[in-house]
């Protein structure tokens, strides 16, 4: 009969010998590994794909305004400015997906994307642009707030593994 591989960095303990922060701490890691898929991760998915949505839409304004004869100072460097508008989307929205099903790595991606939106949302609203400025930062706070909690840490901890990404 054969045992089960031991972990030599875990320090072996019975169910006995735990505590109660980490009896919380094996629920949250067993709730993660079952599917549970908090509601913080929910909210940060819907809020940086509707960022790379608003940045999509703000790419096609600016490709109809290239195209429409609108006058720019160089026409490679709009042509450039929409390439970053479109790349920025495309990796906001493969932020959203991976960190829904749980990827490492997006937590980090998503918290930069947060920061890049405050510092347009604060100067927006101290340009006298108080709406536009508080739906930069109202859902940019809401979704720092929400990588920052222990169930969303838990549940996006997943590294990658045999499955291609993209």
């Known amino acids: ?15 006995d010998e735990s505590d ?47 195209l429409s004869g609108a006058p720019v100072l160089t026409f490679w460097g709009a042509v450039f400015t929409l390439a970053l508008l479109l790349a920025f989307s495309a990796w906001l929205f493969a932020v959203s997906h991976f960190l829904f099903r749980g990827y490492r790595w997006t937590r980090a991606a998503a918290l930069v994307a947060q920061l890049f939106v405050l510092t347009i949302g604060f100067p927006t609203i101290t340009g006298g642009l108080v709406l536009q400025g508080l739906a930069m930062l109202v859902p ?14 838990a549940y996006a901890s997943r590294a990658g593994g045999t499955t291609t990404a993209l």
Request: proline share 8%; glycine share 6%.
């Open 1 to 15: 009969m054969s045992r089960p591989p031991v972990n030599p960095a875990q320090p072996a303990s019975g169910p």
């Open 140 to 153: 940019a706070l809401t979704a720092i707030v929400f990588l920052f909690q222990k169930d969303v840490v």
């Open 20 to 66: 109660d922060s980490d009896m919380s701490t094996n629920l949250a890691a067993n709730r993660s590994a079952a599917g549970h898929r908090p509601l913080g991760i929910e909210i940060i998915s819907v809020v940086v794909g509707l960022e790379a949505l608003a940045l999509l839409a703000a790419a096609a304004w600016y490709a109809f305004e290239l």
